[in-house]
């Protein structure tokens, strides 16, 4: 495969190329907190905002909550879809039963079915952390599935020719050819799994960083509700790099074509 040639915008670092986007990103920050001053926070109220809820402590308090929904509901949506999307693929019975239902509810926005599930279980932590396991486990399972219908039959074929009984298939031909698409699954729940922390923390609770943003615009206080969104943003992208990690450290192996 030819290389291809390096052109001008190839050679900026990409550091500068983040420094330039933040610097739009700010641009258009400003520009529309002075168009638009009743809607958008001045970088500097919203920075005053954060010290503000930092120092007193309320800011980590609502992380801390929200964090351990989204990390909870996550993970045991995770440990959960492994199996059953192996189950779908491997149990033709049991795909028939478990899978239309799985289309029809992943096709539900969580906000339909969060207020049935609070009525259910009360507006604490159990019900938060359901309605983030329900939206994250039918996100990763359809994803995983799909890796686990992908492998190449040619290897499993090509085991049992050599004597490989079906544990060893299974562990040392069917998992390591769907660990790519189970990393990809585990970012796609966690950025559901941050989606729809909203939709449960907006309808009952006393902590969370929804229910910050929600009490902040019941008093209008639009540096709180711009602190609270771009703080969402950023737990979002640190999930996604530990996830890119994870993708890196265990699925070096394969092949990659870089961009």
């Known amino acids: ?12 670092p990409n550091g500068v190329w983040l ?20 809607v958008f926070a001045t970088p500097a109220m919203t920075g005053k905002a954060f010290l503000s809820k930092a120092a007193s402590g309320v800011l980590w308090g609502h992380m801390a909550a929200s964090l351990s929904r989204v990390l909870t509901g996550f993970a045991i949506a ?11 693929a491997w149990y033709e019975p049991f795909r ?11 096709n539900i926005p969580p906000l339909a079915y969060v207020f049935l599930i609070i009525a259910a279980l009360g507006i604490g932590q159990t019900s938060k952390v359901t309605v983030i396991f329900i939206a994250a486990f039918l996100v990763m399972v359809v994803t995983i599935y799909q890796g686990v219908k992908g492998v190449d039959v040619t290897l499993i074929k090509a085991a049992r020719v050599l004597g490989a009984s079906q544990f060893d298939i299974f562990f040392k031909v ?18 559901t799994s941050m989606t729809t922390l909203m939709a449960s923390e907006i309808v009952g609770g006393d902590k969370g960083i929804g229910m910050m943003i ?3 615009n019941g008093y209008y206080q639009m540096d ?23 993708e890196r450290r265990f699925t070096g192996w394969q092949e990659t074509i870089q961009q």
């Not at 495969?1 to 900026?12: A, D, E, G, V, Y």
């Not at 737990?235 to 994870?246: A, L, N, R």
């Open 96 to 106: 028939h039963v478990v899978e239309p239902w799985i289309q029809f509810i992943r």
């Open 174 to 191: 069917t998992i390591p050819a769907t660990t790519p698409f189970i990393l990809v699954a585990a970012r796609l729940g966690l950025s």
């Open 214 to 216: 929600q009490q902040a």
């Open 224 to 246: 709180v509700m711009l602190m609270g969104i771009i703080l969402l943003g950023i737990i979002g992208i640190c999930f996604e790099k530990i996830v890119k990690y994870m």
């Open 1 to 12: 495969m030819r290389q291809k040639k390096s052109t001008l915008w190839s050679r900026i």
């Open 78 to 88: 995770f440990v959960v879809a492994i199996p059953v999307a192996f189950l779908m």
């Open 19 to 38: 420094l330039i986007s933040l610097g739009v990103a700010l641009a258009l920050w400003l520009f529309a907190a002075s168009t638009w001053p009743a």
